[in-house]
């Protein structure tokens, strides 16, 4: 079942609060036909061995927005700077 995202994303918009869409068990629906993860800024799924759509782990970012899109790729390469030696100017993950 969506949320009421038309509701959710007035108040975001209202307060300039970014949406994050969590749409782990809702892969396939739809939400004024557009589709659930594809609502708010940012939308996620999980592929874990209990949601609907498995690979056994892992998951998927979806986002229009090239700077939410460069950010997350920055934490999932453990914040490396793209330099040629290893340098971090804040904490990342190895989530690739």
Do not use: C
């Amino acid at each position: 079942m969506p949320a009421r995202m038309k509701e959710i994303l007035e108040i975001a918009r209202r307060y300039d609060i970014a949406v994050l869409e969590d749409a782990a068990e809702a892969i396939g629906s739809t939400y004024q036909r557009k589709a659930v993860g594809a609502v708010g800024d940012v939308g996620i799924l999980s592929f874990n061995n209990n949601k609907t759509l498995t690979t056994f782990g892992g998951g998927m970012l979806l986002t229009n927005d090239k700077s939410y899109a460069d950010q997350a790729y920055l934490w999932s390469t453990h914040s490396r700077k793209n330099l040629p030696h290893y340098e971090h100017d804040e904490m990342g993950f190895n989530y690739r």
